[in-house]
């Protein structure tokens, strides 16, 4: 499925902050990248507790809602609440939808 090109340019104004890249890093593999953390739900399932990615990543809670919502609006990550808690998982699809138009684009002299 093409990635329309607004929605291509939204998910990578998301993907160029250094540290939303790097949550999205994280985000890959959540049982890796979270384990110093005691998981509040399967991490397989629901990814990772925002918390964890405030105290992985050392910014204010303002900050790290700010950057999850940005990627949210991205498509990038899907949110999911477990009691008073949300969770982040990375999603796989999209990623490789907006990894495919950007090579797919460079490829074809678009870029």
């Known amino acids: 499925m093409a990635v329309p090109p607004d929605s291509l340019v939204d998910a ?46 050392g910014l204010a809670q303002s900050t790290v809602s700010s950057y999850m919502a940005t990627l949210e609006r991205a498509g990038l990550v899907h949110p999911t609440r477990v009691g008073k808690y949300t ?7 999209r990623m490789k939808q907006v990894g495919d138009a950007v090579t797919g684009a460079a490829g074809s002299g678009s870029i």
Request: aromatic letters at 8%.
């Open 12 to 57: 990578l104004k998301a993907l160029s902050n250094p540290v939303r890249l790097e949550i999205v890093g994280w985000l890959r593999d959540p049982e890796a990248a979270f384990a110093d953390y005691d998981p509040i739900a399967d991490r397989a399932e629901v990814g990772a507790c925002v918390s964890h990615i405030q105290a992985k990543s």
């Open 87 to 93: 969770h982040y998982r990375l999603d796989e699809e």
